[in-house]
């Protein structure tokens, strides 16, 4: 079987609180959270939609959750591989079911991983990547620049990071707003205001480009970074 079993021990390097704190959140929610994120995790569709991976392409996507993502994105792009890390083995408990379940086990594989110390040939076989994209992730993680720098370090020369949040909601109604932010708090969201500070910062440090959109009244942060051909990142 291509992915791999969760019932793994962390090592030490891993963020082992954040696993079991992740693990208590999700324990029951996994079983309807695709059903329920689908109504405000905006973007998500469009990200995969722009991927367009070439033949042969690696796409590692952190935080994969229950690997919705990489199951629609793996029956769009039948010529790509796939890959996914997750600090909740929770969850992908459920992403390894749903692999099994769509018969794509020899083209999407996952492990119990941690972004900010992202290290993904030991767990996936595979040292860097055309493709990496994180999905409503950065705002749940608190070292979230960290898995940026992370990102960027595994991708191929010409590679690309995509990048779909929650934005502020500035452009969004008072009340509708401060429920919103609110309702977020309560599953330890927060919305990365600085990020496309940051994405910018990194895009004038290596020569990348940098698309950064604005989406549904600043509800969402859609980005794709793509860094020069011929870059090196290590």
Not at 1 to 22: G, K, L, N, Q, Y
Not at 33 to 59: C, K, M, N, S
């Amino acid at each position: 079987m291509f992915a791999h079993s969760p019932d793994m021990v962390a090592d030490a390097s891993w963020p082992v609180e954040a696993t079991r704190r992740m693990n208590r959140m999700y324990r029951r929610q996994r079983h309807f959270y695709d059903a329920t994120r689908r109504y405000y995790f905006l973007g998500r569709d469009q990200l995969i939609a722009d991927l367009r991976p070439e033949a042969g392409a690696a796409v590692l996507e952190i935080g994969c959750g229950t690997g919705r993502n990489l199951v629609l994105a793996a029956g769009m792009y039948p010529q790509a591989r796939f890959f996914g890390i997750d600090v909740s083995t929770e969850m992908l408990t459920s992403a390894i079911s749903s692999i099994s379940r769509h018969g794509l086990e020899d083209r999407i594989r996952v492990a119990h991983g941690d972004a900010t110390a992202l290290e993904p040939h030991p767990l996936l076989g595979t040292e860097r990547f055309d493709h990496v994209l994180i999905c409503y992730s950065l705002s749940m993680i608190p070292n979230w620049r960290r898995v940026l720098e992370r990102a960027v370090s595994r991708l191929k020369p010409g590679g690309r990071l995509h990048i779909v949040d929650f934005g502020s909601q500035e452009q969004m109604p008072t009340l509708a707003r401060a429920l919103l932010l609110r309702w977020l708090s309560l599953f330890d969201v927060t919305p990365r205001n600085e990020l496309q500070k940051m994405l910018t910062a990194m895009a004038q440090h290596t020569g990348a480009h940098l698309r950064f959109d604005r989406l549904f009244r600043d509800y969402t942060q859609y980005a794709v970074l793509t860094l020069p051909e011929g870059s090196a990142k290590r």
